[in-house]
């Protein structure tokens, strides 16, 4: 339906210096929509304005959930790496020490020996690839939230 919409209402109060006489003057504008033909043009921009701003708290409200994940990510793998680290370490230098006083006083078999030694090089290697997904994770990150500049992170 069209109707007809007041533009302007304007209510103005004289009153005459020297005269009792006062006198209201009311004034309005109403476009008529038989001459008003931007009407519809309007109606459209303002269902589009509001269907961006629908589409544009969905894309914040998307964006919010990724970042969410991806610092969830990175905040278990480094808790996993501290944890893995602090105990690959205490077992690496247990493992280094038993096999030094092996050696010295050949104690143990060089298969028992070897066996310790290679046992020392997995658990680097799972302690580097648990580094390596943690560094993953925390370029996922950055990613995720827009840092282009690594080095800004440090300050």
């Known amino acids: 339906k069209v109707l007809p919409q007041f533009s302007f209402l304007q209510y103005n109060h004289h009153i005459e210096t020297g005269k009792k006489d ?9 476009e008529v929509p038989l001459f008003n033909w931007n009407h519809g043009n309007i109606k459209a921009a303002s269902l589009a304005v509001r269907k961006k701003a629908e589409e544009s708290e969905a894309v914040k409200e998307t964006i919010g959930y990724q970042v969410q994940a991806a610092y969830t990510v990175y905040e278990d793998l480094l808790l ?15 493992a280094t020490q038993v096999i030094e006083q092996a050696k010295q006083h050949q104690t143990l078999l060089m298969d028992e020996v070897m066996e310790m030694e290679l046992t020392i090089l997995e658990t680097q290697e799972i302690l580097a690839q648990k580094k390596k997904d943690l560094a993953d994770a925390l370029l996922d990150l950055c990613i995720t939230i ?10």
């Open 80 to 94: 996993d790496w501290k944890n893995f680290s602090r105990e690959s370490d205490t077992l690496i230098a247990e």
């Open 22 to 30: 006062s006198w209201g003057e009311l004034a309005m504008g109403i």
């Open 146 to 155: 827009g840092v282009e500049d690594y080095a800004s992170l440090r300050n």
